[in-house]
């Protein structure tokens, strides 16, 4: 009776330490890459999601390389971007790898058929009047490939850089794709098929 009174009636600071044990172990549950449970459900994290993705994710910086090549980030500024050697050759196999990559992390904003056509770029003109280019305009044609590497790899303007979630090898590939679109006027089903 005593005890059980006792329990109940700790003091306000226990219950706090409680509440914030539990708030550490629940912010410690949803940090990437760990989800024994599911607290700040995020669409990206579903299985559903994944699957249909080529894996994106750089390994950790420390991690032992198996192939002999680490990931580099960009250092050079836009204007030596030429100067840039690419890691993988332009082959059929590599555009449509690509073409894959494209669809996750570039139509969102420039359009699944590469047009610059997307709700995300209706949205990206409205607020600032600048749109997602189609990958088959002048812009994009008057760029190199270590141009558009480089546009990838560090952003440029508005466009947020994706290299982060991106190997060197990924991001040819893109370039390699973005270049058959470019050229043909294509959508990438048909440019990197
Ligand atoms: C969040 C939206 C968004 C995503 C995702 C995105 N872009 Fe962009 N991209 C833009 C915008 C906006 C611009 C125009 C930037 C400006 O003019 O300030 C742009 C510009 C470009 C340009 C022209 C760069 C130049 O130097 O003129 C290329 C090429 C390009 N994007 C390719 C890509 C590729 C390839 C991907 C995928 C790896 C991609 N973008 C992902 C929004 C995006």
């Given amino acids: 009776m005593q005890k059980g009174h006792r329990f109940l009636g700790q003091g306000k600071g226990f219950w706090l330490a409680v509440a914030l044990a539990v708030g550490l172990l629940a912010s410690a549950c949803a940090r990437t890459g760990a989800y024994p449970l599911d607290i700040f459900y995020e669409m990206h994290y579903s299985q559903a999601t994944r699957a249909g ?6 390994p950790p910086p420390e991690a032992v390389s ?8 960009v250092t050079v500024p836009f204007e030596q971007a030429d100067t840039l050697s690419p890691t993988i050759p332009d082959t059929p196999e590599t555009r449509r790898l690509g073409g894959q990559l494209f669809a ?3 139509a969102p904003c420039h359009g699944v058929n590469g047009d610059g056509q997307s709700l995300a770029a209706d949205r990206f003109e409205s607020a600032t009047t600048i749109r997602p280019p189609a990958m088959s305009s002048d812009r994009v044609k008057g760029r190199t490939n270590g141009q558009i590497y480089h546009a990838i790899s560090n952003g440029r303007g508005l ?34 098929p």
């Avoid at 994706?162 to 794709?177: F, H, M, N, P, T």
């Fill in 53 to 58: 993705e080529p894996a994106r994710l750089d």
């Fill in 66 to 73: 198996r192939t002999g090549r680490k990931p580099a980030p």
């Fill in 104 to 106: 996750t992390n570039c």
């Fill in 159 to 192: 466009m947020p850089a994706v290299g982060k979630l991106l190997s060197e090898d990924q991001r040819w590939a893109i370039v390699y794709c973005v270049r058959a679109m470019a050229n043909t006027g294509l959508p990438p089903a048909q440019a990197c």
